[in-house]
Nanobody, 125 residues
């Protein structure tokens, strides 16, 4: 599976970014796609996931932290999944990854076999 992440960068606190995960060579609609963040705890933290049927889930450990600020979505015509990041704060700094998995979401990164290269998001105070 080939896909490319884009959209990261440096932003001031309170700002927004939209991360993209664009697939090529396969139809992303058939897959669940999760976004993870590699943050200060040196592990890939699951943020949210969009299932093959289009429903979404925010993972419990981070739901309160990101709720209302991060939104996952899919554009089938562009074969792309997005993660909209709003009202960013310095604690959101990290490397963000998308990972597809056939149909179903799971919060454990060990259950994903394909990973993008990661996108750096840096939020300045």
């Amino acid at each position: 599976l080939q896909f490319v992440e884009s959209g990261g960068g440096l932003v001031q606190a309170g700002g927004s970014l939209r991360l993209s995960c664009e697939a090529s060579g396969f139809t992303l609609d058939n897959y669940a796609v999760a976004w993870f963040r590699h943050g200060p705890r040196e592990e890939r933290e699951p943020l949210s996931c969009i299932r093959a049927d289009g429903t979404t889930i925010d993972y419990p450990d981070y739901a309160d932290l990101v709720k209302g600020r991060f939104t996952i979505s899919r554009d089938s015509a562009k074969n792309t999944v997005y993660l909209q990041l709003n009202n960013l704060n310095p604690l959101d700094t990290g490397v963000y990854y998308c990972a597809p998995r056939y149909k179903f979401c799971t919060p454990s990164p060990a259950n994903y076999n394909y990973w993008g290269q990661g996108i750096q998001v840096t939020v300045s105070s």
